[in-house]
């Protein structure tokens, strides 16, 4: 009996302890997030001439500066993503979300990356409408960011995306899914891919500023809606990830 | 011209906000603390309000409270322009009747601005 009580007052504990690691990086990632802003306005202003002329060098480096500083904004959100993916007592925003719209919705974002690498993203969508699901739509739309931005980051110029949203009516889930010519998964890397701070060898050689959570907190986000996420990929063949999604969810 | 009070604690901040916000042409007030804010909203006229929920004093969901309780500014829309992203922030200001939730560090003042135009009264 004894050793119950022990282990319920060490639990308590551990529960304290936390919840105050996640009060913790909400407050640092609040108080970085104010400085990222006053950095990327600023530098915008610039760029803008809104503070005067910059010769088109001056103008170059401060583009640069812009795109490290939303690489640090997205770090911090991923953070704040993973600070809630990973506490189990976060409890799911559950509401009936129609997910062809919201892809929809979230493509546009893309759009200067896309113009960049001169990348064509094709959305097919089925003629039949889709089910609603129940879902959290803020942490559903993290997953489905982090996952095109992926297959841009990994895609080669000049290639196509797609991406195929499809009902399965035996198990009355939603699938989507998302497919890239990029430079794809070697067999060695498979298993790690998930892994918290994982980053593939040729990821890192493609694209050097990633921070290694973002298909761990998508995993983690899949899971708690009790849907599965897999891939199939091989080197330099492209990759497509599959994100299966129950309609019905309930907790 | 139109109306803006800009409830904001970061000195800087406000100073940029403000800057590309009177280029679309808005007269400005602002105020930096709980208290400050809390007498600022009871100006005349004011077609929009931009709130922060950080602040020294009282915070901005208080605020949110006395400006919705507060007759000429019942109507008055609000945009809360801060870096809390938790779904509770969100959901609590918009249940206190935030008309808009913006996290600064994900939008440019572009956007900022236009989305104040969009509201605007």
Redesign the interface.
């Known amino acids: 009996m004894e050793d119950i009580e022990k282990l319920k007052i060490e639990n308590e504990k551990l529960k304290k302890l936390n919840t105050d690691k996640s009060d913790l990086i909400?407050l640092s990632?609040?108080k970085l997030?104010?400085s990222?802003?006053?950095l990327?306005?600023?530098l915008?202003?610039f760029v803008n001439k809104?503070l005067g002329d910059i010769n088109d060098e001056q103008k170059k480096y401060m583009e640069k500066a812009i795109t490290s500083n939303e690489k640090a904004?997205n770090l911090?959100?991923y953070l704040?993503t993973f600070n809630?993916s990973d506490d189990v007592s976060i409890k799911l925003?559950l509401k009936q979300i129609n997910i062809v719209t919201l892809v929809d919705k979230i493509i546009p974002l893309f759009k200067g990356e896309l113009k960049n690498k001169n990348i064509n993203l094709i959305f097919n969508k089925t003629e039949k409408s889709i089910p609603y699901i129940n879902m959290?739509e803020?942490m559903i739309t993290n997953v489905i960011q982090n996952l095109i931005e992926n297959a841009i980051k990994y895609s080669l110029s000049n290639s196509e995306i797609f991406i195929k949203i499809t009902e399965n009516i035996s198990n009355n889930n939603i699938e989507f899914s998302i497919h890239d010519n990029g430079i794809g998964i070697k067999e060695i890397d498979k298993s790690k891919i998930f892994n918290k701070f994982f980053r593939a060898p040729n990821a890192i050689e493609k694209e050097n500023t990633g921070s290694g959570l973002g298909l761990f907190t998508t995993k983690n986000i899949i899971e708690k809606h009790n849907g599965q996420i897999w891939f199939e990929s091989s080197n330099k063949q492209g990759t497509t990830f599959f994100v299966s999604l129950p309609v019905n969810l309930t907790l | 011209m139109k109306k803006i009070l800009i409830i904001e604690d970061d000195e800087f901040l406000q100073g940029l906000e403000a800057t590309k916000i009177v280029k679309s042409g808005f007269t400005i007030i602002t105020a930096q603390r709980g208290e400050e804010a809390m007498v600022k909203i009871l100006e005349p006229n004011i077609n929009i309000i931009l709130l922060d929920l950080l602040l020294p004093n009282f915070d901005g969901y208080e605020i949110l409270k006395k400006i919705r309780s507060n007759e000429p500014t019942k109507k008055t829309p609000v945009i809360v322009f801060s870096n809390l992203s938790d779904n509770k922030d969100i959901e609590k200001a918009i249940d206190l009747g935030a008309n808009k939730f913006m996290i600064k560090s994900n939008f440019s003042l572009e956007e900022l601005v236009e989305q104040i135009n969009k509201l605007v009264i």
């Open positions: 909400s990632a609040h997030r104010t990222l802003s006053a990327k306005w600023t915008k202003m809104d904004i911090v959100n704040l809630h925003n959290d803020e």
